[in-house]
């Protein structure tokens, strides 16, 4: 899943260390995050989206047409 | 070129390294320590509460288990996934030893290759889960 991680966070200031700890996560984790090598729990994409106060689906970005997947189900 | 000036650890984690290895190698320490005094202490001393002393050493061999355990518990959800996904290989790896090791054991040699086998099977295990936490952590910088 494609995600706006890294952009949210250099316009905070924030290096991936100081996320990290902010999220009580390890900076591997954020480095994975960012990389899209790892989609997170909700609960931790919540905390994501919580942290840059924006909603959820601002910062991740599917990368499929969800209204599809139901027209086709 | 541009040079990446991430911190390779967060204080968070840098903390958490802290905590597992204050946990883990006093237990191996132990267990070092209690290998060779119980070994010295019971010698060639045939007699079953003798033999019985040379279990000792697990003790803080479960105690370093028990770290990793803990370890686990403080880990991230993604940190956990990579760890348990090495174990899993590393498991995978023992149980092909295993199976490796007892069918020579059969017919060719029995006895060296049952003597030899708890360790080689543990080694296996121990450094396909090593590797591949080296490789996932390296992969993800």
Known sequence: MKNRIKQMRTELGLSQAA?????????????????????????????????????IEDVFDPEFDVADTATTS | MMIDAEPTMS???RARR?????????????????????????????????????????LPALWSARAIVRSLGRADEFERLVQLESMAIGFGFAMVGAITIGSLGMHAEPNRFNQMSPWIIYSVGMVAWGITVAIRTRRNG
Do not use: C, K
């Open chain 1, 19 to 55: 996320l990290a700890d902010q999220l009580d996560v390890s900076r591997q984790t954020i480095n994975a995050l960012e990389t899209g090598r790892y989609d997170p729990s909700l609960p931790l994409a919540f905390r994501l989206a919580a942290l840059f106060s924006v909603r």
């Open chain 2, 11 to 13: 204080d968070g984690d």
């Open chain 2, 18 to 58: 802290r905590t597992y290895h204050r946990e883990f190698f006093p237990g191996i320490l132990l267990y070092v320590v209690a290998v060779f005094a119980t070994g010295a202490l019971v010698g060639d001393d045939p007699s079953i509460p003798r033999r019985l002393l040379l279990l000792i050493p697990l």
